[in-house]
């Protein structure tokens, strides 16, 4: 009785059913003494819960569930071999194979799991493996790792001053982004973009130490000042992440410009509303190197190089050739019997102007301090450097300062 009423609480039986002869049989979901079959000459009957007895549905005879139906069976016919009465036991799903299934897949996790902690890691991977940038220091302070690629090394077989410079200007605009002062511009805040304004620097001074090489994982950290009235300072220090050694010392000046005028602007004072609460109140990394740029002409320069022209992949998105590209424009007149056995140093640049898709450049290189001829055997090299527009408009000058190679980072390019 109390299985039968536990099983009519899920699965109501109906008051009423049709027997065989279509003959309506009235009947409660848990009293059976209504029912008094005549048994046939074996006297044994047997009880289906849940059956009805077959309705005609377009001819065919179809089992309706949810009555009681009674089947007369003989006395040589073994009861064991029916199916069993459903109750509310036996219908529900085999939970032990669903445990056994969610064990598996546990089980298996766990392995690969343990697979992956086992393996060794790399000390130089301390923290931040990913590249993954985060403020510092008071919130003033952004750093962001960087693994140096192979893609990303010269001849040397140790990054080249275009990989370091590009981490420099990855992680200001990261640092800007951070902050949460990024609008639709190259680095430019809300309030630029709504006066159409855009950053160009004007002045940078880079002195490299050491140059990381393939697999090093080296941290940048980057802040910025005031300069001048209308000015903005950055700079930048990497370091090993591994030994903590200093590798880069970096320094940069910015300007405003009007991106439809193509003008320099004063600081508008919402945009300086929204930069003066990230300015840090600090000496530049480096001392500024005021010795005066040389003016270079066809005359007194040593190497040129002509017919430089921006291809689609050197513009940045306001449109004008990345401030990296000019590094490597500057370079392409260098000798290469000083960047075979010198390594670049120290490095000042003054933007002039930018330039476009559609410029042709010259680059000029002089060479001081020493014979050209004997550039190989030189200790330490400074060059003078101008790219110009073909109708002689100053882009950029800059002066460099080489130190030879340790016999450890020539690289032999006969082999």
């Not at 049709?18 to 006297?43: A, E």
């Not at 410009?257 to 929204?274: C, D, F, Y």
């Amino acid at each position: 009785m109390v299985a039968t009423s536990a099983t009519s609480s899920f699965f109501p039986l109906p008051s009423s059913s049709l027997d065989p002869n279509g003959k309506t049989n009235k009947l409660t979901s848990t009293n059976f003494s209504g029912l008094n079959p005549t048994p046939n000459s074996s006297g044994r009957l047997k009880v289906k819960p849940n059956a009805q007895a077959p309705s005609k549905i377009n001819g065919k005879k179809v089992s309706l569930p949810g009555s009681v139906h009674i089947v007369k069976t003989d006395n040589n016919h073994d009861l064991s071999q029916q199916h069993a009465p459903r109750t509310f036991i036996n219908q529900l799903p085999d939970w032990s194979m669903l445990l056994a299934a969610i064990t598996t897949v546990f089980l298996a996790a766990e392995k690969q799991w343990m697979m992956l902690d086992t393996k060794p890691r790399r000390s130089d991977m301390i923290m931040d493996p990913f590249g993954l940038g985060r403020i510092v220091q008071d919130g003033l302070v952004y750093r962001q790792n960087f693994d140096i690629r192979s893609y990303e090394i010269g001849a040397d077989r140790s990054a080249s001053i275009e990989t370091v410079m590009n981490h420099l200007q990855e992680t200001a605009l990261n640092h800007v982004k951070s902050a949460g002062l990024l609008g639709d511009g190259f680095g430019s805040t809300p309030e630029m973009v709504k006066k159409n304004l855009i950053w160009v620097v004007t002045r940078m001074q880079v002195v490299v130490d050491k140059y990381p090489t393939w697999g090093d994982v080296v941290e940048v950290d980057t802040w910025v000042s005031k300069s001048g009235k209308n000015g903005m300072r950055r700079d930048w220090l990497v370091r090993d992440c591994n030994t903590g050694e200093i590798l880069t010392r970096a320094s940069s000046v910015w300007v405003m410009m009007n991106k439809l005028t193509r003008r320099l602007s004063k600081l508008p004072e919402e945009v300086r509303g929204e930069i003066e609460p990230y300015f840090v109140n600090s000496d530049p990394i480096l001392a500024e190197d005021s010795r005066k740029l040389t003016k270079l002409d066809d005359k007194t320069a040593d190497y040129v190089r002509s017919g430089l022209t921006p291809r689609w992949s050197d513009l940045d998105v306001n449109q004008h050739v990345n401030n990296v590209k000019y590094i490597g424009w500057i370079l392409e007149s260098a000798p290469v019997e000083m960047m075979e056995k010198h390594k670049l140093k120290s490095m000042t640049l003054e933007y002039r102007r930018e330039c476009g898709r559609d410029s042709v450049l010259q680059s000029l290189t002089a060479v001081s301090g020493c014979d050209v001829g004997s550039l190989g055997t030189a200790g330490e090299v400074e060059c003078q450097h101008l790219l110009r527009l073909q109708d002689g408009a100053e882009v950029v000058k800059g002066r460099t300062v080489w130190s030879s190679k340790t016999p450890s980072t020539t690289w032999d390019t006969t082999s």
